[in-house]
Each structure stands twice: as C-alpha cells, then as structure tokens.
C-alpha cells in the first residue's frame, strides 16, 4: 500500500487540529465552570446585602452573556471536532464527489477504477480548477483542486511511468492551492501548501517559494520573505531567469514594504518612548 508524504503531512495536520480543539474544549468549559461558580457566589452575596447597585446588575448580566458566547464557542468547538475525526477516519471523502449517504458509494466507485481512469480525473478536475482560476472564482477552483487530490489517495500505480504521471499530476494541484490561498488572503494556508509542496518536488520550487514569500510579506514576516525570495532567485539564476522579472518585482515591493514597517514602528517608539531616530534601520533590507 502507498504511503505518500502528502498523506502523512495532512493526516498528522487533521491530529494537530483535533488535538488543538480537544484543549480549546477543555479551557473552555473549565473556564465555564469558573465563571459559574463566580456568579453563583456574588449573587449569594448579593441577596445577604441591603442594597444592589445597579453596576453590580450590569455586571451580572454580563458575565451572563459571556457565559453564553463561551457555551457557544465549546459547542462550535466540539462540532468542528466531530468533522475533523471523521475526516481522519475516512481522508478520502469530499462532498463535492457527490454520493450516497456518508459518501459510501463515490468511495466504492472511485475505488473500482482503474489507475489510469482516476489519472484522467484528476487531470480533469484540475483543468476544471484553472477555468474557475481564470474567472477568479478562487473558491470554485480550490474545489476542483482539492477533489482531484482525494482521487490521488486512491491511486496505487503498476508502473512506474504511471507514479510518475500521477505524482506530477498532484504537486501541480497542491501548487495551484497555493495561488488558490494567496488570492483568497488565507496566507497562512499558502505557507502550509507552498510548505507541503517543497516536500514533494523540486520541480515547482521556485514558484511555491515566491508565493510563500509573498504571503510572508502580506503577514509582516520580512526576514522569512527575503529568505524565500533569495533561494528562489538562487534557484532561478540555475533555470536561466525564467522567473527573474516577476522575483525582482516582489523584491522591490518588499523592500518598501519593510521601509514602511520601520518607519511606522520608530514612529510608535518615538511616540510612546521618546526615542529619537536610529542611525541604524530596525530591520534591514539588503
């Protein structure tokens, strides 16, 4: 049985979130429990009083109100919880497959093809992608992308060619999620794709660099953008400069972006501090 990299990044990613929720839960409802017993007490001591000001209503009513939002959060929590353990017992399942109940039937159809059928798929389904891309219907195509990724865990070639073809056929997907993320401004899913696909190829590294650091960029992250961008351009200047206008571009925006940031954060120094201007920059750009 085939154990790709992508499978066990994205299975051991589904346990880290479960994980992460598990605890939310748990300082959630200890902090429930709290705040119960906080009211609990200071409405006793309320009604032993005389008299009951009415900011001590208020701040009844508003921890009441917290009380709510956090019961709330725990049930939000514990449903997303439900959906991500479901999702790690059965990885391969996407509604957008279309199926019977619990997506039984998708699952034994996709199952029963051959290996050359489900490549012609998910060569399909990218295609797909890339119209929706084009029409920057970004979420349509992010669809399409990530189906054709599920079809990929089914596959289990006889030949080499046939791995060959179909792991080419899942980095350019895995690539295309990260043009999918950028333009939705979901920078840190970008980093986690553009990550995911320097995992798997070689081949993509220049553009899955250049759009991590682009989303670095966007998140304030500048010592992690140039270094995206410097190995990106080193790796370039290797594939005679396919790339080098559209690197240099973001370099330049960079670079003010950074002399942006500088000077906004000596500014809130100076005003909060009165520190006077530096003779050196806080982060500089080379």
């Not at 039937?105 to 051959?114: D, F, I, P, Q, S």
């Not at 330049?252 to 942006?260: N, P, S």
């Amino acid at each position: 049985m085939k154990s790709s990299t992508f499978q066990k990044l994205s299975l051991n990613s589904l346990k880290l979130r479960i994980k992460s929720l598990e605890d939310i839960v748990k300082t959630k409802q200890r902090q429930r429990s709290k705040q119960q017993k906080k009211t609990k007490a200071e409405t006793v001591e309320c009604e032993n009083s005389q008299t009951t000001s009415w900011t001590s209503t208020y701040e009844k009513w508003d921890e009441w109100e917290d009380m709510e939002e956090i019961d709330k959060q725990i049930q939000d929590a514990k449903e997303t919880l439900m959906k991500l353990k479901n999702k790690t017992h059965t990885p391969h399942l996407a509604p957008s497959m279309g199926c019977c109940s619990h997506n039984r039937c998708a699952e034994r159809k996709v199952a029963r093809m051959t290996t050359q059928n489900r490549l012609q798929h998910m060569i399909s389904f990218r295609q797909k992608g890339n119209h929706h891309f084009e029409q920057r219907e970004y979420n349509l195509a992010l669809q399409w992308y990530e189906k054709s990724t599920i079809y990929y865990e089914y596959c289990f070639p006889s030949t080499v060619q046939e791995e060959r073809l179909i792991n080419i056929e899942r980095q350019w997907c895995t690539l295309n999620c990260t043009a999918c993320f950028l333009q939705l401004k979901e920078y840190e899913k970008c980093i986690e794709y553009c990550t995911e696909t320097l995992t798997l190829t070689q081949a993509n590294s220049i553009k899955a660099l250049f759009r991590r650091a682009q989303a670095y960029r966007h998140m304030n992250k500048h010592n992690e953008a140039k270094a995206d961008l410097k190995e990106a351009k080193r790796l370039d200047h290797l594939s005679k400069g396919v790339h080098a206008k559209a690197l240099h571009k973001e370099e330049q925006i960079l670079a003010v972006e950074i002399e942006k940031y500088n000077c906004k954060v000596e500014k809130m120094a100076k005003a909060m501090l009165g520190i006077k201007r530096s003779t050196s920059p806080i982060l500089e750009y080379t």
